[in-house]
């Protein structure tokens, strides 16, 4: 049974460039949850999803960057024109179902590593 | 507002120490969920415990325990004669009922020396 998996492991970028990062969350899992963690900070919150919605986004930086979750395929985090100060390590965790409610526990991924130059 | 606090940056402790790690949390949620969560120099993310609100009981594994004190808003974590390879990154993270994601404190970077 595979756990979460992200890729690239590590992705490096300039300036001005777009990064994508993937997540396929765990068998049977339809939430995804993207988390930033800036160097030696914790993870931060940025985006929750389910498929096909965006359920929310409070934590999202309101340029540059977008998530979606489609019916078929992994979760793309896009990351426009990236900057130095995108450089962090994403986090995904999928859930099986709502956690809003009632807790649902979350399986993180190892992480992407972006680095903008 | 979901805060959590871990009021120590860095701990320095000797092989076979006992050392705690505090966390401080805020909720207004009545149902809400703690954890503890390892980051190796690796840097993955390892899940260590899952508390819920309406247990108070600590918890013991192994080398491992934790101390839930509600009336202190408090999930501190202890290790007992530590060892090198507990050297890691540790957070304390705090998800209320009404909300879908983890809310993080900023770590505390536990070193063990031999």
């Known amino acids: 049974n595979a756990g979460v998996m992200q890729n690239p492991r590590h992705l490096v970028r300039r300036r001005g460039q777009e990064a994508r990062l993937r997540c396929s969350p765990m068998?049977?899992?339809?939430?995804v949850y993207w988390y930033r963690q800036l160097p030696e900070e914790g993870l931060k919150f940025m985006v929750y999803?389910?498929?096909?919605?965006?359920?929310?986004e409070s934590g999202m930086p309101k340029e540059r960057f977008s998530a979606e979750f489609p019916k078929e395929g992994p979760s793309i985090l896009r990351i426009q024109q990236v900057v130095r100060g995108d450089s962090a390590a994403y986090f995904c965790?999928?859930?099986?179902?709502?956690?809003?409610?009632?807790?649902?526990?979350?399986?993180f991924g190892p992480g992407t590593r972006l680095t903008v130059l | 507002a979901q805060k959590v606090t871990q009021a120590q940056t860095e701990i320095s402790v000797v092989e076979k120490e006992d050392v705690t790690l505090d966390c401080v949390y805020e909720?207004?949620?009545?149902?809400?969920?703690l954890f503890w969560y390892k980051q190796p120099p690796s840097g993955e993310l390892v899940f260590l415990i899952r508390?819920?609100?309406?247990?108070?009981q600590n918890e013991i594994s192994g080398r491992y325990s934790w101390n839930f004190q509600k009336s202190t808003s408090s999930f501190n974590f202890t290790i007992t004669a530590s060892q090198v390879v507990d050297s890691a990154v540790y957070f304390c993270?705090?998800?209320?009922?009404?909300?879908?994601?983890?809310?993080f404190g900023k770590g505390t970077k536990l070193s063990v020396k031999p």
């Open positions: 965790a999928s859930s099986q179902y709502s956690g809003t409610l009632s807790y649902n526990e979350q399986f």
């Open positions: 068998k049977g899992h339809s939430h």
């Open positions: 999803l389910q498929k096909e919605n965006i359920i929310d």
């Open positions: 909720t207004r949620d009545t149902t809400y969920y």
């Open positions: 508390r819920n609100s309406f247990d108070e």
């Open positions: 993270a705090l998800k209320g009922g009404s909300q879908g994601n983890l809310i």
